[in-house]
């Protein structure tokens, strides 16, 4: 298999169709829920009587209502685009043609060496229409094809001078699918009933309608017609057998169930989450635990939100099972390598598993020999298949680009987790169980959401948000500080209650407003004292906590949690965030500039 050189990753999705009923259509509701991977602009090759036909466009897939006016077929290939490489224009948008028009193809990833490669091509007389990496594979191909008359055999040669992480797919005129991947994810998906298959970057993608998806692995070429699908290494040519695994009715779950934004039903699905945790079997807790005890040091990594989770599980793991951990930021563990040894444990939640920056610091810990555990919510991801322990969120899908469903289930892994390595499981589960029971019953009152509303209304007034937090709430209130910023476009900025006095009380003055979410732990009286030199700056505390405290400006009432207080807390502030980014008319689904779950490095 050829090697990644560098973990870029290009945030792009692909659908393919081939079955009895009409492609464009089946596209266009396939690269919907693909959308969250990009949505710069689309594009959809179907192929019919004996002719391709490609219809592109600057936007997102979901602005379509209906299917387009593209010919009736049964086989083709879509892809929307996130593009970090040549401009969002119609003209550079996937599927992009053959110059004879006997294929499309679209990628997801990034071809390194493209200008090395565009050089040899135009020096053999190869023009070039688009800004795009991906054209340079098509020309590549038909350059291959002058040295055989197999597509398939070109499509192998031309893939394997690519370098960089990236995935292809193409489709002929005679509604052939030819699809090969190295690094960004590739999943068939089969309906056995009526032959229908779909090869695509997610599971959730075509969940509903298939009893199987098979995980296509890095060096391999899936090849499929309306008659058969085959599997390849690509290298070697060796056929693979295709192990097809049961998809969760989980996973079909992608609807808004009611709900005006995806958020709102993602927070309301905070209970349920946790709840799937505790039917977990405890086998590959235990298992988990006995590696941690064993482990010299468990550094626990991810990005954005998954980051904060990882600092909030090596909290858990620090404070209830005395390990030593560290919580790291995928992007900034480089400085780390160097001390990663055979006897260090690395935890990754990650929602999607396909993050670059964490699958980075885990292809060096794996280099290291470094035991690799995975919290995961996509099913087969690559980060699952890096891990010695890959374990399932099984949370179902989350749509909206804010997470919050997943990061309370991280951060509820995390504490069963190390309660698991502490011998004190049992306790642990009593504790999420009630937990679950309670922010269920928070969830549904209308009080909850009458306050926090009226809450929300005051802080979108403000320029400047500030959240105060220490020990159990510390990173509970930087990750209200990130949902702020995402749902508002404004600055929030999560202070250490204990670093207060260091430089950020310079800022404390009237009109100033301070969020903090409180615990009655040890470092109660800390807090207490950090609120009080906020107010007597003048500045207006709102208190998220089981008991009005004295100093609290505005009480927001949370149910009494014991060790698990600081995972209810997080509940109000994605609310907070939730009415505030309403209030302003953000899109609150897809807030503007970034991803939902593969970063560009
Ligand atoms: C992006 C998303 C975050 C997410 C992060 C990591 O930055 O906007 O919400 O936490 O990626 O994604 P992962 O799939 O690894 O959880």
Redesign the pocket.
């Known amino acids: 298999m050829r090697t990644i050189t560098n973990l870029k990753i290009y945030m792009c999705g692909i659908f393919g169709y081939i079955g009895d009923s009409n492609a464009s259509e089946m596209i266009v509701r396939g690269l919907k829920r693909l959308e969250y991977r990009g949505y710069d602009s689309w594009g959809i090759a179907v192929a019919a009587k004996h002719t391709l036909t490609v219809v592109k466009q600057v936007g997102p897939i979901g602005d379509v209502e209906k299917a387009l006016t593209l010919p009736s077929s049964h086989a083709g290939l879509g892809h929307t685009r996130w593009a970090t490489h040549g401009r969002v224009t119609q003209r550079n948008a996937h599927p992009h043609f053959s110059t004879d028009k006997s294929f499309a193809l679209a990628q997801n990833g990034i071809v390194e060496n493209y200008k090395e490669l565009q050089k040899q091509l135009f020096q053999l007389g190869y023009t070039f229409h688009t800004e795009t990496d991906t054209e340079v594979i098509v020309r590549l191909i038909e350059y291959e094809q002058t040295k055989t008359t197999s597509l398939l055999d070109a499509v192998k040669q031309a893939f394997k001078q690519l370098s960089g992480r990236n995935t292809i797919a193409l489709i002929t005129t005679e509604g052939e699918i030819i699809a090969a991947r190295n690094g960004s994810p590739l999943v068939v998906g089969r309906n056995t009933k009526n032959g229908t298959l779909y090869i695509s970057s997610d599971t959730l993608s075509f969940a509903p309608y298939v009893d199987g998806m098979y995980m296509v692995d890095n060096g391999q070429l899936i090849r499929a017609t309306k008659s058969e699908v085959s599997c390849q290494d690509i290298q070697t040519g060796k056929s693979i057998s295709m192990h097809y695994e049961h998809v969760s009715t989980r996973h079909s779950e992608v609807d808004k169930a009611g709900y005006e934004h995806y958020m709102l039903k993602e927070i309301h699905e905070n209970p349920q989450v946790i709840a799937a945790l505790l039917k977990q079997p405890a086998k590959e807790y235990e298992r988990l635990a006995q590696a941690i005890k064993r482990a010299r040091r468990v550094y626990a990594v ?6 904060i989770a990882a600092a909030q599980i090596a909290f858990y793991l620090r404070e209830y099972a005395h390990i030593d951990a560290v919580g790291l930021v995928g992007a900034d563990a480089k400085e780390y390598y160097d001390y990663f040894t055979p006897d260090d444990l690395i935890i990754a ?7 670059a920056d ?1 699958l980075e610091v885990i292809e060096h810990a794996r280099i290291k020999k470094a035991v690799i555990a995975s919290f995961v919510n996509m099913p087969g991801s690559m980060m699952s298949r890096l891990s010695d322990f890959a374990f399932m969120a099984q949370a179902g899908p989350e749509i909206c ?3 919050t469903k ?1 990061f309370v289930s991280q951060i509820a892994w995390g504490y069963l987790l190390a309660k698991t390595v502490a011998n004190k499981r049992t306790d642990a589960l009593k504790q999420l169980e009630k937990l679950s029971h309670d922010m269920g019953d928070y969830l549904q009152k209308p009080e909850t959401h009458k306050q926090l509303k009226e809450v929300a209304r005051i802080l979108v007034k403000k320029h400047d948000i500030f959240l105060m937090g220490k020990y159990q709430n510390l990173q509970i209130v930087r990750e209200g500080m990130v949902k702020f910023i995402e749902g508002t476009y404004k600055h929030a900025h999560a202070i250490a209650a204990g670093d207060l006095k260091h430089y950020a009380i310079t800022l404390m003055e009237k009109g100033v407003i301070v969020v903090t979410a409180l615990s009655r732990d040890s470092v109660y009286s800390d807090m207490m004292n950090a609120m009080h030199e906020v107010k007597a700056r003048g500045a207006t505390v709102i208190g998220i906590s089981a008991d009005k405290e004295e100093g609290m400006d505005i009480h927001i009432p949370v149910p009494k949690e014991a060790e698990t207080s600081a995972i209810m807390h997080v509940v109000p502030l994605q609310l907070l965030a939730y009415y505030m980014a309403k209030k302003l008319g953000n899109n609150i689904d897809r807030p503007r500039n ?6 560009v490095k």
């Open positions: 991810g990005s954005g939100t998954a980051g939640p990650s929602q999607s598993g396909e993050t964490v680009v804010m997470s997943i970034i991803a939902k779950s593969v970063t």
